[in-house]
């Protein structure tokens, strides 16, 4: 999954947030150097990738890009779950979603000194565009294949996905919808798991 469904799986614990959102910059066990509640956050967007990259419904979806994007078909997967996400989010919470995310960019700047120098260097960008909110739109998730194919000197081709996205609309969103469901009660189930195994490994 992207950026605002770890966000959003975090449960609305600011600690468990920002280990999620900062999980993909941390190796092995230098989790363990951070505060449980992080290590919480971190470890549970470990499980989360797990479950959706080897979930049937995923790689459904996934599979319908593969012919034309090889092995970069799930990254823009994540992507296109995080726009059905935004897209759909007076489903799933009762904040409004321009809020919602406000109050994570607030999160992140009062932990700013322990975010990873990558996150740090980023966040600019993210605040000043409001990727997350943009990923709403269908111009937003365009931006955002285009950002991430440059970072491949374009040899991903991702900038293009967007063809895809609107010629099997109806098939990724009831795919994810689908998904969705189940990866929110996996990750509700696994924050309860974690919080026994960190109390007994600190």
């Known amino acids: 999954m992207n950026f605002l469904a770890h966000i959003y799986l975090s449960n609305n614990d600011n600690h468990v947030t920002i280990g999620n959102f900062i999980a993909d910059g941390i190796r092995g066990k230098h989790y363990k150097k951070f505060p449980i509640e992080i290590q919480k956050g971190i470890l549970l967007h470990r499980h989360i990738d797990t479950f959706t990259d080897a979930h049937p419904t995923v790689r459904q979806s996934t599979k319908r890009l593969h012919e034309n994007y090889g092995h ?5 997967v994540d992507i296109l779950y995080d726009h059905f ?3 759909n989010w007076k489903q799933y919470s009762n904040v409004p979603l321009a809020d919602y995310i406000d109050n994570f ?6 932990h700013f000194e322990i975010l990873p120098v990558r996150i740090q260097k980023m966040m600019p960008h993210m605040i000043a565009g409001n990727w997350l909110l943009s990923y709403a739109k ?7 294949l285009d950002g ?3 970072r491949t000197q374009n ?3 991702m900038n293009t996905a967007t063809v895809e996205l609107k010629e099997f609309y109806t098939e990724f969103e009831t795919e994810f919808t689908s998904f969705f469901e189940e990866l929110r009660a996996f990750a509700k189930q696994t924050l309860q798991d974690l919080e026994i195994q960190l109390q007994h490994e600190n």
């Open 72 to 76: 970069y078909s799930g990254v823009i």
């Open 85 to 87: 996400l935004a897209k």
């Open 105 to 110: 960019y607030d999160l992140l700047g009062e």
């Open 138 to 144: 269908i111009e937003g998730i365009q931006k955002v």
């Open 148 to 150: 991430m194919n440059r």
């Open 155 to 157: 040899k991903s081709g």
